[in-house]
T-cell receptor
Framework: QKEVEQNSGPLSVPEGAIASLNCTYS??????FFWYRQYSGKSPELIMS????GDKEDGRFTAQLNKASQYVSLLIRDSQPSDSATYLC?????????FGTGTRLLVSP | EPEVTQTPSHQVTQMGQEVILRCVPI?????FYWYRQILGQKVEFLVS????????KSEIFDDQFSVERPDGSNFTLKIRSTKLEDSAMYFC?????????FGPGTRLTVL
């Protein structure tokens, strides 16, 4: 059974700070990893995908992958109150995504 | 920008009734999925659909559930005899590969 673990939070950061969100996964053979943002009562919104070890940057977001440690992270630079949401880590299995429980991020003005 | 759409946004039904949840995936996507999220819990995979057949399903997706692609655009999830524990948000997703884009969801309430 593939597992994806996240700290449920909340993670509280002040506006303008860097938010660091972490995720570990159990299946060493996993190849594709995704971060989604979910506002309360809404559907998951894709932020980034990452497939190779190292960093991948997209605007204020940086995803980091370390397959040896089975660890994925998401950094949000210059955090804004509008970034307050639950961030879901997802790992691709065969024809499906396995989600973590999500980390709730609160960005205070 | 193309989006996955779902109808209805909210469905209320009595226990034991059949419900059909509808989705229109993004037009050039080949893979279609249904997930559900019980209030306060994680997003759970139900079923994936490719080339007009189920390619993977979870333990949740038992004989009470079925999926269809009745025409070139719609993708449906049917629950034959709803239970109280089927109350959840149901999300349809589609993708060209393993990247998946989610629709806005249908909130199913079983009374």
């Amino acid at each position: 059974q593939k597992e994806v673990e996240q700290n449920s939070g909340p993670l509280s950061v002040p506006e303008g700070a860097i938010a660091s969100l972490n995720c570990t996964y159990s299946d060493r053979g996993s190849q594709s990893f995704f971060w989604y943002r979910q506002y309360s009562g809404k559907s998951p919104e894709l932020i980034m995908s990452i497939y190779s070890n190292g960093d991948k940057e997209d605007g204020r977001f940086t995803a980091q992958l370390n397959k040896a440690s089975q660890y994925v992270s998401l950094l949000i630079r210059d955090s804004q109150p509008s970034d307050s949401a639950t961030y879901l880590c997802a790992v691709a299995g065969f024809q499906k995504l396995v989600f973590g429980t999500g980390t709730r991020l609160l960005v205070s003005p | 920008e193309p989006e996955v759409t779902q109808t209805p946004s909210h469905q209320v039904t009595q226990m034991g009734q059949e419900v059909i949840l509808r989705c229109v995936p993004i037009s050039n996507h080949l893979y279609f999925y249904w997930y559900r999220q019980i209030l306060g819990q994680k997003v759970e995979f139900l079923v994936s659909f490719y080339n007009n057949e189920i390619s993977e399903k979870s333990e949740i997706f038992d004989d009470q559930f079925s999926v269809e692609r009745p025409d070139g655009s719609n993708f449906t999830l049917k629950i034959r005899s709803t239970k109280l524990e089927d109350s959840a948000m149901y999300f349809c997703a589609s993708g060209p590969t393993d990247t998946q884009y989610f629709g806005p969801g249908t909130r199913l309430t079983v009374l």
